[in-house]
């Protein structure tokens, strides 16, 4: 039999590293798929309902959330650029993920971040009682508290040193409170992580099909441009947009509190 030589055993190694990344992103590709289409069915069989967030249907609730799994790919790619957002992330941090639903992102930043404990919120009971068994079966209930808690309602201590904020989710106007309450719970120099939903392309069709799915889940599509001055606003300094390295479809947009 033929010896492996170096560059052999290089390329081995790294097809091997491929297929163990493909398949850690299986459960993002079938959710992925699973919401577009039934997101797609819904809006044939009921274009004209108002955008709000009640689904109801525990195989959309559980591929919406295997889908967001992808952001913590984006957070990571994010922490690589802001070596000060790497450096919270690396150590004990306590992580808020806001909007928690069935608790897959939760899960994933939990393993991301293997010395961090998450703390999820949801005002969507259906949801959490689905978190609560995802999380159970993973065996990261020591890591990964869940809370029924609307945003505008968290307490004004600051205890968290990264917030995830999914702004698809929240209605327009209370955004502004929203982003003064997590800058509330965090530490001194603590970050906001807030996302967007990202077009699949540059394009008009795109941007409009992108805008359409965010109004049905009951947000607005923000832009840099209107989103960065809120963020000053409500206090946070560093501000910025992350051009997006990831394959997830979110922008995320960056603060920090002072300290
Ligand atoms: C679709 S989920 C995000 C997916 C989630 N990352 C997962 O792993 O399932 C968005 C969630 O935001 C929640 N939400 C909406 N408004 C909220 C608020 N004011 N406070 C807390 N959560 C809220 C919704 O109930 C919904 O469950």
Redesign the pocket.
Same mark, same amino acid.
């Given at each position: 039999m033929s010896r492996c030589t170096p560059r052999c055993a290089r390329s081995l190694r790294s097809s091997s590293a491929t297929r163990r990344s493909t398949r850690s992103s299986r459960p993002q590709i079938v959710g992925l798929a699973q919401t577009f289409i039934a997101q797609g069915a819904e809006l044939l069989a009921d274009p004209g309902r108002a955008g709000a967030?009640t689904q109801v249907d525990a195989r959309l609730?559980q591929g919406?959330?295997r889908m967001?799994m992808g952001i913590a790919g984006a957070i990571r790619a994010a922490a690589e650029r802001v070596p000060a957002l790497g450096d919270r992330l690396a150590g004990p941090a306590e992580i808020l993920d %806001?909007?928690?639903?069935?608790?897959?992102?939760?899960v994933a930043l939990a393993r991301a971040y293997t010395d961090a404990r998450v703390v999820g +919120?949801?005002?969507?009971e259906p949801?959490l009682a689905l978190a609560r068994a995802n999380v159970g079966a993973k065996n990261l209930q020591d890591r990964i508290e869940l809370r029924q808690q609307? %945003?505008?309602c968290l307490d004004p201590t600051p205890v968290f040193d990264v917030a995830w904020l999914?702004l698809p989710?929240?209605p327009a106007e +209370?955004v502004p409170p929203?982003l003064a309450a997590v800058h509330g719970s965090l530490k001194p120099g603590g970050w906001l992580i807030a996302g967007t939903f990202a077009a699949a392309g540059p394009d008009r069709l795109s941007e409009l099909l992108m805008d359409l799915r965010t109004v049905r889940s009951g947000g607005k599509p923000w832009t840099a441009a209107d989103l960065l001055p809120l963020l000053d606003v409500a206090g946070y300094q560093d501000t910025q947009p992350i051009p997006r390295t990831w394959a997830a479809p979110v922008h995320l947009f960056l603060g920090r509190r002072a300290g």
């Open positions: 967030w609730l919406i959330g967001s %806001v909007g928690t639903g069935v608790g897959w992102l939760a +919120i949801d005002i969507f949801a609307n %945003v505008l999914a989710f929240l +209370i929203a």
